[in-house]
């Protein structure tokens, strides 16, 4: 909506868009993971090596498990962070999937925390201070 038209007192709430995780992965807590779109897109490489595809064609095709984003941020091969994590595929052993939760919301804040830190400083950088947030 433009800016000139929009009803005095509203705020604009456009929300940032999110990847979805594999309904198969809903249920074990991961409803309550928020990936950011924009953030995945950082990593269109590694889908493309893990998946021949891209975020966009993954995200038509349901989103991906909890393992397969956290590879994908991690920008490693699904195997490979089954080893750098310490993860097991079985389901006896091995750390579970709040585990994986875990790892994928530590590396969503430290992303969130750095596009807050770029937003201040272009921000700082335009003769506003902090102040001028909104």
Same mark, same amino acid.
């Given at each position: 909506?433009?800016?000139?038209?929009?009803?005095?007192? *509203?705020?604009?709430?456009? %929300?940032?868009?999110?990847?979805?995780?594999? %309904?198969?992965?809903?249920?074990?807590?991961?409803?309550?993971?928020?990936?950011?779109?924009?953030? &995945?897109?950082? !990593?269109?490489?590694?889908?493309?090596?893990? !998946?021949?595809?891209?975020? *966009?064609?993954?995200?038509?095709? +349901?989103?991906?498990?909890?393992?397969?984003?956290?590879?994908?941020?991690?920008? &490693? *091969?699904?195997?490979?962070?089954? !080893?750098?994590? +310490?993860?097991?595929?079985?389901?006896?052993?091995?750390?579970?999937?709040? /585990?994986?939760? +875990?790892?994928?919301? *530590?590396?969503? /804040?430290?992303?969130?925390?750095?596009?807050?830190?770029?937003? %201040?400083?272009?921000? !700082?950088?335009? +003769?506003?201070?902090?102040? /001028?947030?909104?």
């Amino acid at each position: 909506m433009n800016e000139s038209k929009r009803p005095p007192g *509203k705020v604009p709430t456009d %929300r940032p868009k999110l990847f979805p995780i594999h %309904r198969n992965s809903q249920g074990l807590g991961a409803e309550r993971l928020k990936v950011p779109w924009t953030m &995945m897109e950082e !990593h269109e490489r590694q889908a493309d090596i893990n !998946h021949g595809q891209t975020i *966009k064609r993954l995200a038509e095709r +349901g989103g991906c498990s909890l393992l397969e984003i956290l590879a994908i941020l991690a920008d &490693m *091969k699904p195997n490979q962070v089954v !080893h750098a994590f +310490g993860l097991s595929l079985g389901r006896s052993e091995g750390i579970g999937s709040s /585990d994986i939760i +875990g790892e994928i919301q *530590k590396r969503v /804040d430290l992303w969130n925390s750095e596009q807050l830190r770029k937003s %201040r400083r272009e921000v !700082h950088e335009n +003769g506003y201070s902090d102040n /001028d947030l909104v």
